[in-house]
């Protein structure tokens, strides 16, 4: 009898135990409509298998390759914007290098995206902290305080007021705004609201970095049982 996987919906060879395209455990039915010797017991042994993570290997894993890429995704890295799809192959790569230590090799999409979930509060946690000694380090050590408050000045007073101005803000709505951030304090509250909305990025693009790592590697690996 033909079956569909249920997660791809690819054609699953008679009697075989896993998808040939994603590597989904699959349940085997023998002619008369039973289950196959044993099948059940393997299925589940199979699907809790790769569904758990071992926390002490992914762990390592994790700070091997976040704290690194954390650090090239602050907020003042030269790579900009490419923090974000550095951080999900820094996940995607992270559950590999974890896979390739299990046995069996498989992995599910949800496993891989909670490893994810730790490669980004790992990375987003460092490029955070990164960035604040960064600006402590800029301002206080190297006394560059002065040209990034001219950097700052020069931003609020000319590309945030205009796009103030073309979202349809009047003169005493921009004015108001310059007044909260051109202060001390209003620059500290954009510059930590900035940062906690890097570590959130961060942190979502690793779990979907980890999802794909985990669906990836289910396509070119499948345990043996």
Same mark, same amino acid.
């Given at each position: ?37 044993? %099948? ?95 600006? /402590?380090?800029?301002? /206080? ?13 020069? $931003?609020?007073?000319? %590309?945030?007021?205009? %796009? ?7 003169? %005493?709505?921009?004015? $108001? ?38 669906? $990836? ?9």
């Amino acid at each position: 009898m033909e079956i569909s996987c249920t997660r791809c919906h690819q054609t699953v060879p008679t009697g075989s135990c896993y998808c040939p395209v994603c590597g989904l455990p699959q349940l085997v039915y023998s002619a008369d409509g039973s289950q196959g010797p044993g %099948q059940p017991d393997r299925w589940n042994e199979a699907v809790r298998d790769a569904a758990s993570v071992e926390w002490k290997p992914a762990l390592r894993s994790a700070l091997m390759l976040a704290i690194p890429a954390g650090l090239l995704c602050s907020m003042l890295s030269p790579i900009g914007i490419l923090g974000m799809p550095l951080m999900a192959a820094t996940a995607a790569w992270v559950v590999v290098l974890y896979v390739r230590g299990q046995r069996p090799a498989w992995i599910t999409m949800g496993a891989g995206a909670r490893i994810g979930l730790v490669t980004g509060l790992v990375g987003g946690w460092t490029a955070a902290a990164t960035t604040g000694v960064t600006l /402590f380090a800029m301002r /206080f050590w190297f006394h560059q305080g002065s040209f990034y408050d001219d950097i700052w000045q020069n $931003l609020v007073n000319q %590309q945030m007021s205009q %796009q103030w101005t073309s979202m349809g803000a009047d003169a %005493q709505t921009v004015a $108001l705004m310059k007044a909260w951030l051109m202060p001390p304090e209003g620059r500290a509250g954009w510059l930590l609201a900035a940062v906690i909305m890097l570590a959130m990025a961060l942190l979502l693009f690793a779990i979907a970095g980890g999802a794909l790592g985990a669906r $990836l590697v289910a396509r070119s690996r499948r345990p043996e049982i």
